[in-house]
């Protein structure tokens, strides 16, 4: 088992940045990849960025440039730099874990891939 724990969300003007955190335990030697993933009210869950335990990164075109997905660090933490946000960035940010071995953008931004999620954490952007 995998528990991750999500932090760093908040109440943003609109061009400004934030940076969210998550935090893993457990059996992390099996994740493979780590991604965030965003799901706003009303709509679907959608990929928002990635990354493989070989450092590389996957973002979605919709926040490709403007955010940046470390990879996992000593202490099993990925950050999420999310700068020039925008009001349709709002959302619940969610991080996930994926133990498959295979690591490509299309089972990186398929949310049903994943193994373990976090509760997630909320991001606002006002306008």
């Known amino acids: 088992q995998v528990q991750l724990v999500e932090s760093g969300g908040g109440l943003v003007q609109a061009g400004g940045s934030l940076r969210l955190s998550c935090a893993a335990s457990?059996?992390?030697?099996?994740?493979?990849?780590m991604g965030w993933f965003r799901q706003a009210p009303g709509k679907e869950r959608e990929f928002a960025a990635a990354?493989?335990?070989?450092?590389?990164?996957y973002y979605a075109d919709s926040v490709r440039g403007r955010f940046t997905i470390s990879g996992v660090n000593a202490q099993n933490t990925v950050t999420l730099q999310m700068n020039s946000l925008k009001p349709e960035d709002t959302a619940v940010y969610y991080c996930a874990a994926n133990t498959s071995p295979f690591t490509t953008y299309t089972t990186s931004a398929d949310y049903g891939r994943y193994d373990y999620w976090g509760r997630g954490t909320q991001v606002t952007v006002s306008s």
């Open positions: 457990g059996h992390t030697f099996s994740v493979n990849t």
């Open positions: 990354v493989s335990r070989s450092g590389t990164t």
